[in-house]
């Protein structure tokens, strides 16, 4: 089973910029799709951002040109660069892999965005 482990979040203004980072160990594959989901309170987990491989992106409209996710070359690691943060971006950010059968989360890290 995959590992995640996230870091990153904070407390920032609105229209400031913070970086997420999520890890992932345990038999991490190419073919892997992994993304960033965020939970806001009393509302549903929703998708941020995801990439599989290296190239294949893909952002929430509500995202799209604030926030780049990336991928290291091995494919173990992920990046969510977000910037012009809004204090609707508010939630619990998680971290996810997904390959066929296998279906991993992480821990969760807060991101406070204040007006």
């Known amino acids: 089973q995959v590992q995640l482990e996230e870091s990153g979040g904070g407390l920032v203004r609105a229209g400031g910029s913070l970086k997420l980072v999520c890890s992932a160990s345990?038999?991490?594959?190419?073919?892997?799709?992994m993304g960033w989901y965020r939970q806001a309170p009393g509302k549903q987990r929703e998708l941020v951002a995801s990439?599989?491989?290296?190239?294949?992106?893909n952002y929430a409209d509500s995202v799209k040109g604030r926030f780049t996710i990336s991928r290291t070359t091995n494919w173990s690691a992920i990046f969510l660069q977000m910037t012009n943060l809004k204090p609707e971006d508010t939630g619990v950010y998680y971290c996810?892999?997904?390959?066929?059968?296998?279906?991993?989360w992480g821990q969760g890290t807060q991101v406070t965005v204040s007006s």
């Open positions: 990439v599989t491989g290296h190239t294949s992106k």
């Open positions: 996810n892999y997904k390959r066929l059968a296998v279906d991993s």
């Open positions: 345990g038999g991490v594959s190419s073919l892997s799709t």
